[in-house]
């Protein structure tokens, strides 16, 4: 079984600043890490995924993830924010072979003019 | 990738009642699944709907509740039955645009249902 811990609940930044939103995981096999984004009253939307590869993965937007397998982390950052990028942020995981996502629980990033 | 139009997008319901929601896809997917994101909660799945066969139903869902159909490889419905205000939640419907783990998953805009 996965678990995902999302370190924040809620993250204010001003915009033009970078950001970084925290994801810690467990699991007892091999994962594959997401990072999905929900604007207000729309579905999730994929932002980024690790498979295998590459620890750095880059994803629209002008996100990026890095997996830390020592630390079991897959922290989202950006280096300048944009107020469009108000939303919440929700890490998940599957294990590999798997089909099921496992999510945290979010952490809504708001950008402050 | 997918495009899942999901109805109704929002329903307020009397308690004791049932809302059927539904989930229409525009390309054909093996595997579609219905997922509850309560307040402040991450999304928990409650199933996962093959065409021609029934629901497996995660731990803590039970069929009774949340009766899911699946007539073709393009739609499903999911009801919530004799519902309560704890059934007050946003249920997700999504497809994986490949089968296979890993690939990416695609959501509906979702229902957000309030139970009075």
């Known amino acids: 079984a996965q678990s995902v811990t999302q370190l924040d609940s809620q993250v204010p930044v001003f915009e033009e600043a970078p950001v970084e939103l925290r994801c810690n995981y467990s699991s007892s096999v091999s994962v594959y890490l997401f990072w999905y984004v929900q604007y207000p009253n729309q579905g999730l939307q994929l932002l980024l995924k690790y498979l295998s590869g590459s620890t750095l993965v880059k994803g629209i937007n002008g996100f990026e993830a890095e997996f830390n397998k020592s630390q079991t982390s897959f922290h989202l950052r950006k280096p300048s924010v944009h107020i469009s990028d108000t939303a919440e942020y929700f890490c998940a995981v599957s294990g590999a072979g798997s089909y099921q996502l496992t999510f945290g629980k979010g952490t809504k990033l708001s950008v402050i003019p | ?116």
């Open chain 2, 1 to 116: 990738s997918a495009v899942i139009s999901q109805k109704p997008s929002r329903d307020i319901c009397q308690r004791g009642t049932s809302l059927t929601i539904q989930c229409q896809v525009d390309s054909q997917v093996t595997m579609m699944f219905w997922y509850r994101q309560q307040p402040g909660q991450s999304l928990t799945l409650i199933a996962t709907a093959n065409q021609g066969s029934e629901a497996t139903y995660e731990s803590g869902f039970v069929i009774d509740k949340f009766p899911i159909s699946r007539p073709n490889l393009t739609f499903s419905t999911l009801t919530v039955s004799n519902m309560s205000p704890e059934d007050s939640s946003i249920y997700l419907c999504s497809v994986e645009s490949l089968p296979g783990a890993g690939t990416e998953a695609f959501f509906g805009q979702g229902t957000r249902l309030t139970v009075v």
